[in-house]
């Protein structure tokens, strides 16, 4: 990697037809890859890349593409660690299609995005050129193949010298060039040098002002090799939107909404996906105040969240799968004690260890259905960026008033997605109320269950007249502990009937597109971006297809029966496994169905059939739009 | 501020509280389970110390020990298996102002919650804490427990455990930030009573092992002890015990042992027989985590949205070119 002083000056490979002789193409989107090694700044050029993009008005949605692990063999095609940015004028809700355009460091990265079908036939490729120089020859062979294999398969490569050129102006060119890159992209895309200059400045904020100047100049450079030797640009008009917004990842803003809506215990044990959320939180805590306990296992920081949500205001514990299933007894306690809790799934591909880094939907029945006996909880989903914010505060708010576990499904792909939106607006009504200290009337109890909604005050710690022992324990109204054969179904009861009426509160999820037609899709979580672009392309295609998306799975809102029964066929399109009645030994009797179609089949009594993809990549609007046409075109029994 | 002379009379009784103000339900334990006199000995300390009932916590997990908050007249937290520990440690961070016990057993603490015990020695909590150690599970019809002698014959030890016993005295001493550890014995009520009121003082985690018998499932294991007064070790020093000159004549058996020297706490922790009853190690210079990383009580609205506003600035764009964002460039 540091041979690039020994590189002898060589003719750039690039055609020679200057950029800014040539107009540049307008586009209304595009889609984006920077692919390197890990460690050599691919996310953070295609973030900045981004955020510029956002600035000057675009939709923009960005993809990681992490490695497991932090140091992957270098020029390995397991080891491709990037990102892909999808520029629009519109708002953008997803990670869209392939590729039309991807930078890649050197070619054995970009194999392995070409044998995932991630590059659109045809695409564009920006390839560092130095392994042609490589002084070891396998290297300097492999890349010739490659280069050579690619062009015959109908892609546009050009090879750019990027590190020779860094070299110009930094001695270790590797750290530098995903700057020089940064302003190559700013080149191609039209965007304004300025506001490079600018998110450079952003990005290495807490760095010393010369790291700041010295990355300025490689985007300068970039920008200024792009505009002399490449023969393409595009613009990508822009509408500035007139109100703030803000571009975060699906993390950061989880960890924003924790402080907005006032929460301030998180406790938390490190798990990828989840943990840049106590990241963030910890930075931010530390000047506002709250603590991040990072404990010592997944038990010990639900254990710990349930204390201090039991002593004093409503805690958080923020995990991914397999944390989540080691908090399961904890999260029952919660539940048969009435404590407020949040917990956070930031979910993965699974079981067990699974694709920690990759996306998948696998833990819907889990969060439902988890802990043992009957733990009936509240389990929403977030479908985006926007709602990852806002999910903590109503989280919040729904376990302190119902006295009881709120799960928030989020997943791997929003984890580390970028998408701006409106800025949040502070609102004192999303904190919760101080702690009561009062004392407690005589003759009170501390389970003093509604006969029709089951709902129940609590006493904390603190409140004279309110002493008593909470248990995990079937218990009367006094919290004693009881084997009485009533009491324990009085408790069952209860905590059952608060769902409920928690459900009478929710307003049924619109239908996108026509209330009825020929085909529903329903999903949740993260698809709603990919889903309700298909369905707006098979619409404009004149096909009768609308989608639902549900927030709230459990308890589901009233409404959703009626809408099923006004469409021939329902399907839910989902990221986790489902079999494929394809399978020799598949069929309609062992059919092991996706999460949410299980749901709504056993819910709704409707044939709901469902579409699948557990690849690890977010679900492509095409893909959605393939199956859902196959689907009309089979005749219904 | 002055108040009415009735008003003064109606705060000092209320201050005042008795030890039926700390005495909850009838104990369900076996006649003769050592349980009873450490129940005996905590209400008494809370009544000397004038707890406020309501403003204190006792914690436990799961097993005959952890019944414990149910005969407390105050608040009471009867968690699950193991996971004492954290649960209180959650109660202290989110309520600096409530005086926290942990209550558990020998199973609850050394075998299930082991994970949780040994890092909650590091995080020194300021937690009392009494591991009631009767060497067997109860609550389960018994079975060995990690702290059950080598040999001892249970329903899963048919012919007799097949390893040593773990002592969680050697075992807390040699963790980073262990700042109190101390034993007891259920059959010396005076001297548990002085060790966990040392416990209650000392400001960080307070670790007190307490043996106690178990009637029903080990009626004999102690009876030695108990038979023979010099197989008990009574430690003094003036920073730890001072034994008072009646028990003195049966506990004839002690030596002076000051609690800040560690290497002699372990060495006198090592010994099975005789039994140490005393303070082993007291070091009250541990920082406690609960004030390292105390949470701002005063966290006000107004903060949170200042807070949030500076978070937000940071990733905003504005509609116009006079951003924050843009000056900062």
Known sequence: MTEVATLTPE???????PAKLRDAETLSEHIVEVISDSGEGAQRCGQSLGAIAARTGNGIWTTEIIPAEIQPPARSVAGASGIRIRIGTKKVTNGGDETDLVVAFNEQVLIGRVRAGELKPGAQILLESMWREHRDPKIVASYAETVDSLKKAGFRVYEVPLERECHKLVADPRKGKNMFVLGMLCNLYSLDPKLGHEQVALTFGKKDPKVIKVNQGLLEAGYAWAEQNLDFKYRIPAVRSTEPQIVVNGNTALALGVLASGMDICAMYPITPATSVSHYLSDVFERVGGIVHQAEDEIAACAFA?????????????TSGPGYSLKQEGIGLAVMAEIPLVVVNVQRGGPSTGQPTKVEQGDLLTAIYGSHGDAPKVVLAVSGIEDCFYSMITARKIAETFNTVVVVLSDASLSTAQQPFPRPAFDADWLAPPLDQTPVPDGAKPYDWDPVTGMTHRFVPGQPHGMHTLTGLAHDRGSKVAYDPEINEEGLRNRSLKIAALQKTLKTPPVFGDPEGDLLIVGWGSTKGAIEEAVEKMRDEGLKVSSLHLTFIQPMPSGIREILKRFRQVITIEANWADNLEDELIDQDNRRYAALAMMLRSRFLVDIDCWTQTRGQPIKPSEIVRFARAKLATPTA | MTMPVTQCLIKLHEAHHNLEDYQGGVP?????????????AVQRLCRDENLAPERTVFVSGIGCSSRFPHYMKTYGFHGIHGRAFPIAQGVKMARPDLEVFVNTGDGDCCSIGTAHWIHALRY??????????NHVYGLTKKQASPTSPRGLKSNTTPRGSTMEAMNPLTVSLGVTNASFIAQAVDWIPELLFDVIKKAYHHRGFSFVRVIQRCPEFLPKMF?????????????????GLTISPELSRTYTNQ?????????????IASSEDPIPVGILYHNPAVPCYDDLRAVSPMRTAEQIRAGL??????????PDDDSPVRRVA
């Not at chain 2, 020194?124 to 150690?133: A, E, K, R, S």
């Not at chain 2, 007064?229 to 920073?239: A, E, K, S």
């Open chain 1, 306 to 318: 349930i204390g201090a949500s039991y002593a004093g205001k409503c805690a958080v514990t923020v």
């Open chain 2, 124 to 133: 020194n909590t300021n937690l009392t804490v009494i591991l009631h150690d």
């Open chain 2, 255 to 267: 030596i002076a042992h000051d609690p800040s020297n560690l290497d002699r706490a372990r060495e």
């Open chain 2, 28 to 40: 369900r334990w076996c006649t003769g389970c050592g349980d009873n006199s450490i129940l005996a």
């Open chain 1, 11 to 17: 003719p750039v490979r690039a055609p020679s037809l």
């Open chain 2, 223 to 239: 009876e030695p002890w108990l038979h023979d007064p010099g197989r008990t070790l009574l430690l003094t020093h003036p920073n």
């Open chain 2, 309 to 318: 506003e500076s978070e937000l600035d940071k990733v905003t764009v504005w």
